[in-house]
């Protein structure tokens, strides 16, 4: 158990070293895959910090999606992703899908974020994956797609 304890710290600790830029978001990959992974974005120290998950829905992974570059995708997204080393953005209280950044969203009071009720580092983290494809490539107009289910009648439109 330490040994694992040491290696996610020391994992992360290299990740925060990673150069960035104010603002700029990323999906840090727990996985092998560039579309899935815990939404960070950069601080204006340069430092990687997770995103609170905390009121958390689809239309914030829509923008998220959008500013990581996937337009017109149909993200997953995934509240209590994981631990990280700090949360510095959100909780956001509302946002529109015709927002290209998660920075024009509406943000909760900063006593929410400095609160380990509803933003702790350990638990409350945003998870997502963003499909890299295209609304438009796959659904001409005024048809209608099942995903996510187990068979073809079931799943979300």
Known sequence: ???????????????????CS????????????????????????QMW???CDYSWHCNEAIVACKQLGFTNSIPEYTNNFGPWDSIGFGPYSSCSTSYSSLFECSVYASSY??????????????????NN????????????KLVGGNTGSEGRV
């Open 113 to 130: 974020l400095n609160s380990y009720t509803y933003c702790n580092p350990n638990r409350d983290t945003v998870g997502i994956k963003c």
């Open 1 to 19: 158990m330490i040994f694992f304890w040491f290696a996610f710290v020391f994992a992360n600790a290299l990740e925060i070293s990673e150069s």
């Open 133 to 144: 494809y295209s609304i438009a490539d796959n659904c001409p107009t005024g048809n209608v």
């Open 49 to 51: 910090e997770a995103v």
């Open 22 to 45: 104010n603002g700029e978001p990323r999906l840090f990959k727990q996985a092998q895959s560039q579309y899935y992974g815990m939404l960070q974005i950069c601080n204006s120290a």
